[in-house]
């Protein structure tokens, strides 16, 4: 069975730092592109960060680019997410994705090419 369990999330100040881990299980690790996605208090969930199975290929959401780091460690079935530069419109659950693929796949609907998502972290940034 699949299972992804995030951690990390907590509070912060704007312009500070979090760390997300999400720890995967159930499946060879390194054969899945990962993604974090995240929902804000009464919207839709969006993708925000993907990487690929070899993690030689990574991509961003223009809102966080240049402010998060996506990154894995497939010897430790992990993906991390370092946010940095926090912002209040950061705030919500954050939830890590395995792929159907080896790739990223952007189609009109991306959330559609993931199978398992984890239970979320919550991330609130705030004074």
């Known amino acids: 069975q699949v299972q992804l369990v995030e951690s990390g999330g907590g509070l912060a100040q704007p312009g500070g730092s979090l760390r997300l881990s999400c720890v995967a299980s159930?499946?060879?690790?390194?054969?899945?592109?990962m993604s974090w996605a995240r929902q804000a208090p009464g919207a839709g969930r969006e993708w925000i960060a993907g990487?690929?199975?070899?993690?030689?290929?990574?991509y961003y959401k223009d809102s966080v680019r240049g402010r998060f780091t996506i990154s894995r460690d497939n010897d430790k079935n992990t993906v991390y997410l370092q946010m940095d530069s926090l912002k209040p419109e950061d705030t919500g659950v954050y939830y890590c994705?395995?792929?159907?693929?080896?790739?990223?796949?952007?189609?009109?609907?991306?959330?559609?090419?993931?199978?398992?998502w984890g239970q979320g972290t919550q991330v609130a940034v705030s004074t």
């Open positions: 994705g395995k792929s159907r693929y080896k790739i990223l796949v952007f189609t009109s609907d991306p959330l559609a090419t993931y199978d398992s």
């Open positions: 159930g499946f060879t690790f390194s054969d899945y592109a």
């Open positions: 990487i690929y199975g070899d993690g030689n290929n990574i």
